[in-house]
């Protein structure tokens, strides 16, 4: 397929070796500036993707990512990050990486060049219709992807993605592509830097809004988040006292009986 892969066109900046550390970070600085401002002019391809999640999930579905090396890596990070702020269920949001949960830590040889496998990896979860795919791809052109995404096509799983590459393959099988065009990177060719910034920032929008909308934020507190630690603990105190008339001691009892903030404010207010 012919189309142009900017995010391996030669860098903007020549001999980075002879640069001084301040230079060097001074330049990738200047240029992360521009992702942001590439992300914005998606924001109506995000949109179009999550309103699609949201209907989705309202009838039972989940959102899988798949990819592979950095792009696989932050699906899962994303992923991981849904249950304990939303305080969703662990299957709600599901990472894929291309070699399996090895992968996550070291490169496995080949894995993103079967394109058949993405497909046997979301079987085991059983996906269905009800489900949303996303693959992530900054060159827009893994098969593992690639093939994922068109299988599901096949089975009228609505599918979506996030790259980098106007016009790449990925872009042409999504049906809700999300397109971030970031250009060229500070190292030529390492989209684990601009690339993967837009990416992390796109899935920061699609699972946060997401939940939002799913109705696991309160005005902007996370009032669904599971207690895990010594800090959420006393943030979810904080947050009862704001909601509430109580002091502190009183707040940290309601929590610790009722096992989150939403329940304990509803609780109190009944």
């Known amino acids: 397929m012919n189309f142009t892969k900017t995010t391996e066109q030669s860098s903007h900046y020549e001999h980075l070796e002879k640069m001084s550390v301040a230079d060097l970070l001074y330049n990738i600085n ?8 590439a992300v914005e002019k998606a924001l109506p391809q995000i949109e179009a993707l999550v309103t699609k999640i949201v209907e989705k999930m309202k009838l039972g579905g989940r959102l899988f990512y798949i990819g592979a090396g950095t792009s696989g890596r932050l699906g899962i990070v994303d992923a991981s990050e849904c249950p304990p702020t939303f305080g969703v269920p662990f299957d709600l949001v599901n990472g894929l990486i291309a070699g399996g949960d090895k992968a996550i830590r070291r490169a496995v040889e080949n894995a993103e060049d079967d394109k058949l496998h993405a497909w046997i990896d979301l079987q085991e979860h059983g996906v ?7 693959g992530i791809a900054a060159s827009g052109t893994t098969p593992y992807v690639i093939g994922g995404l ?27 592509p999300i397109v971030a065009v970031v250009g060229p990177e500070f190292v030529t060719g390492s989209s684990r830097m601009k690339a993967g910034t837009a990416q992390k920032l796109v899935l920061n929008m699609i699972s946060t809004t997401t939940m939002i909308q799913l109705g696991k934020v309160k005005g902007n507190k996370m009032v669904d988040m599971q207690l895990s630690n010594d800090k959420l603990i006393d943030r979810g105190v904080k947050m009862i006292m704001s909601e509430i008339p109580v002091s502190y ?11 989150s903030v939403r329940k304990a404010v509803d609780n109190f207010n009944k």
Do not use: Q
């Not at 269905?128 to 996303?134: E, G, L, R």
């Open 150 to 176: 068109e299988k599901c096509n096949s089975k009228n799983i609505i599918t979506g993605c996030i790259t980098c590459n106007e016009g790449s393959p990925i872009a042409l099988t999504a049906k809700f």
């Open 249 to 259: 001691e009183k707040a940290a009892e309601l929590l610790k009986e009722f096992g």
């Open 128 to 134: 269905t219709t009800d489900d949303v795919i996303i």
């Open 30 to 37: 200047k240029e992360d500036k521009t992702v942001a401002l």
